[in-house]
């Protein structure tokens, strides 16, 4: 059995689509950064955490010994070395845009999974490209709510993908998933790597 340590509906269809059978359960953990932590290994220890709540909390409710595997996911978006996470207001989101607008930025995403053979996570890297953006358009895009939820005040499966002329790397891990990597990375579970160490 699968279980998608996250609520994110993107993360949700993306699984979906790419014909695995899951559950979703929610991770509840803290996800402030560590002290000067940088990006790439933040994602990368929230993956590894969310998955690792789930995992605990179902080996505490459920004695059986069916196979499960834990998934968790992390991702944000990443302007000169800082990270941007999801605006609390329209106010915040028209700054995030703003900054991101003319230029190149990073999202990373963290993945890792469990399971009772292994812990192991990666991170993948894509480069997003934003063209300037016209106020009309901006406002259009603000007054719609839909920057809101998002890392960076942007979803490349939206709007705002008029803004973005190309990107270097993977398309899903953009959406929030990288497709390729989560697959090798739980082939990679189910194999139990000598690297990998077991679940705490």
């Known amino acids: 059995m699968l ?8 993360r949700r269809e993306l699984l979906s689509q790419a014909g695995l059978d899951f559950t979703v359960e929610h991770a509840d953990i803290s996800e402030e950064p560590q002290p000067n932590e940088p990006p ?3 994602v990368q220890r929230l993956a590894v955490e969310k998955a690792q709540a789930v995992w605990d909390r179902r080996k505490a409710a459920d004695s059986s010994d069916d196979p499960i595997t834990v998934l968790g996911a992390d991702t944000v978006v990443v302007l000169d070395g800082h990270i941007l996470g999801k605006p609390a207001d329209p106010s915040e989101a028209r700054h995030m845009l703003e900054r991101l607008a003319g230029r190149t930025h990073q999202v990373l995403t963290g993945v890792a999974a469990i399971n ?5 996570s990666d991170v993948e890297v894509t480069q997003v490209f934003f063209d300037l953006i016209d106020e009309d ?7 719609s709510g839909e920057p ?12 705002a993908a008029r803004w973005i002329p190309r990107i270097e790397g993977c398309y899903f891990n953009v959406m929030g998933l990288p497709l390729s990597r989560t697959i090798a990375l739980l082939a990679k579970a189910e194999e139990g790597p000598s690297e990998a160490r ?3």
């Open 3 to 10: 279980i998608l340590a996250s609520s994110s509906p993107r």
């Open 40 to 42: 790439a290994k933040y």
């Open 116 to 120: 009772h053979r292994a812990i192991v």
């Open 137 to 143: 358009e901006l406002v259009h895009y603000l007054a």
């Open 148 to 159: 809101l939820d998002k890392a960076g005040a942007y979803g490349i499966q939206g709007y």
């Open 198 to 200: 077991p679940p705490l």
